[in-house]
């Protein structure tokens, strides 16, 4: 199933990051039982941090939807490193919890959220269907526009 993943993301033009250090007190994943917990990931890439700013002001949402695209391919890298390099070992994506960096009269964060959801799906496909919850905020860490947390069953 993990060359089936790969696959996928080579099609898409995709090419998983090494994720990075944690910038703060906290551990990117934690695996209890066959559930993995992402860390919430940020729109950074190699180039450095993403989308600094909020939807409904700097960003569009189409533009929320690239930065939580973004965010979605560091939580499939961080899922990556927890499962030894075999994505193949996701039996599902359980919970995806977005948080959307926006204007206080800005009600499409579930729209912006898709982004993830959508790209998730593409990669994973029914195993990446989830329960979701898409959140609006006042502020998020280093003022980036989206973030995504992700609960993986495994096995």
Request: proline share 5%.
């Amino acid at each position: 199933m993990s060359n089936e993943i790969d696959s996928r993301l080579a099609k898409l033009g995709v090419t998983l990051p090494t994720p990075g250090a944690p910038q703060a007190s906290y551990v990117p994943t934690v695996r209890t039982g066959n559930l993995v917990f992402v860390s919430g990931q940020v729109p950074t890439t190699p180039e450095g941090v993403k989308f600094v700013g909020k939807l409904g002001r700097e960003y569009s949402i189409e533009e929320g939807q690239q930065a939580a695209r973004i965010c979605a391919i560091n939580v499939l890298a961080n899922l990556k490193v927890a499962l030894g390099g075999d994505l193949g070992k996701v039996t599902r994506i359980v919970k995806l919890v977005g948080f959307v960096n926006a204007t206080p009269d800005f009600t499409d964060a579930h729209k912006v959220i898709n982004g993830a959801s959508d790209f998730l799906i593409e990669v994973l496909g029914d195993k990446g269907r989830h329960a979701r919850s898409a959140i609006g905020m006042g502020t998020l860490p280093l003022g980036v526009a989206v973030e995504v947390e992700v609960v993986a069953e495994v096995a």
